[in-house]
């Protein structure tokens, strides 16, 4: 079992069911595989509180791409690429990235990238795995 800890704010979110999904970077520490039950906390590293758990659905690379400027300098919209082994590579682009930030427990596109920014300074792209756990969720007691 491998457990994920999230920030106070994501709680309410993971019970709701409305987050149902996770980045992270890639690290020395191993990643939840498909079908492997999920522990999700909240709290510090020496003092978690349990928030539920859930089951691995499915394990994808992703590059978050907050700001792309082409080779020749002009901008293009934010977009996020996902490399699904069954169906090939997604990319969401702007009409979508709202819709993708609320699965991953934000408000909205514009709050996900605050979030990012603050949380892991001024990066124009990110690669790391998309940790989905879907509608599998149980709450602790």
Request: hydrophobic share 40%; aromatic share 10%.
């Amino acid at each position: 079992m491998v457990a994920y800890s999230f920030k106070g704010r994501f709680e309410d979110r993971i019970r709701a069911r409305t987050k149902i999904q996770t980045i992270r970077a890639h690290g020395k520490k191993r990643h939840a595989r498909p079908g492997e039950r999920i522990t999700m906390t909240t709290g510090d590293r020496f003092h978690p509180r349990l928030i539920g758990s859930g089951t691995c659905e499915s394990v994808a690379p992703i590059t978050l791409n907050f700001e792309y400027v082409t080779p020749g300098g002009r901008r293009r919209a934010a977009h996020v690429i996902v490399y699904l082994p069954a169906a090939g590579t997604m990319v969401i682009r702007a009409g979508d990235l709202d819709d993708f930030a609320r699965r991953d427990g934000f408000d909205d596109w514009a709050d996900l990238c605050a979030f990012w920014r603050k949380t892991h300074g001024d990066l124009k792209t990110f690669d790391g795995l998309l940790i989905l756990w879907g509608d599998s969720f149980q709450a602790a007691a």
